[in-house]
């Protein structure tokens, strides 16, 4: 009987069991969320979610290691609300991983994100920082195919920084924002690397953008601050590392230009400078339209092309060093004695057919720059520098000698030299 007793009670226990675990299984993200008091942390375990899930309060979300939410639609939406924090989260989901809309205080921080058909994206938020966010899009496909990284949408107070984003349409795409400072991103094998539209005090440092049909794409934006940037290797026919249009009191300075089509595009660019860039091995350095005051000085220009080529309406070229400047400085004070001349007559046919290109060092071309040297009148032409450098300044570097390897050569040496002297 007792037996009988027991096998019993044991079965019943066999039967609860998998109902009990089921439960605490079943137990969705949306559930976690909601039973979280508002200004409260939730830790989630190393393990999948599903999506989607909202969330309307204050809360902070940290994950662990694996810890994937994955979503046939969106994965997580926040509206309404502020002081969010999203933290060490994998996403895998079919729409818009992220969707935030009229909220503030937001964190996103060390997230990494796969995404299909929708990146992350921003409405009319304020005071939000990306940190660390990795997101990539699938391999295959044109970019026109793919969706942006970023896209924000009505903002104020924004901080990018260590982002990283490939095989995507635009790394970031930021339209009616105020006071973004965007750091150490990486943007690859896109169509816009970092794109803005309608701007007020935008930073730009520090970051890397290169194999997009545009680097960087700014247009209607006023008081841009782009520096110590590294803008290589847009080289599809008609790529460029930076493009402007309708910029005002914007300043670029110890940026790298290197390996690009058009290393620099600009369009009715107003009262902005560029100082202290590195041009190298750029098709053409600078395109110009309707940008007389634009000042270029003390920048860099080397193994280019073409260095500029502009409307009959030019800009501003002063004190910068051209390895092609063939002049003379007789008075030692490191400025050239006669002026370059930047302005080609095959560079304004260029200008109006993008295709001339190709003939760019063909001997006819090249005969045709000597005779525009020597036979132009320089008082009407637009693109000359009266001040050429001579050379640019050049830090000293030190040699510092590592002991440990001379002591450790003359040794091998001494070595070596015995054995021989023993061998004879």
Known sequence: MNKLMKWAVLSLLLTFFPLVSHSVAAESLQQLIDETSPNSTLYLKNQTYE???TITKPITIIGDKKTKITSLTTGITIKETNNITLQALQFETKLTP?????????????LNLDIDEKGVEFNRVQNVTLSSLKIEGRKEGHFSKKPNA????????IIVK??????IQDGMYFEKTKNVDV???VVEDGRYGLHFMYGTKIQLQHNTVKNNVSGMTIMVVENAYIAHNQIERQLQLNSNGMYLYDIEEAQITNNIFKENTTATIWNQVKNSTFTKNMFQSNGTVIHSRSSPNVTVTENEFQGNILTARSDEIGFVLNRNHYDDYNGYDFNADGIGDTDYHSFTSFGQWMVRKPVYQYYVESPSVTLLNKLDQQFSDTKKMVLVDKNPLMMTEKKEQSIQLNWKHILG???SLFILFSIWRKLR
């Open 51 to 53: 999506g989607p899930v």
């Open 98 to 110: 992220i969707l935030v809309e009229d909220s503030k205080d937001l964190v996103l921080k060390n």
């Open 150 to 157: 970023v896209s924000l949408f009505e903002g104020e107070q």
């Open 162 to 167: 260590n982002l990283f984003a490939k095989n």
């Open 183 to 185: 750091q150490q991103t």
């Open 409 to 411: 050569s003359m040794a």
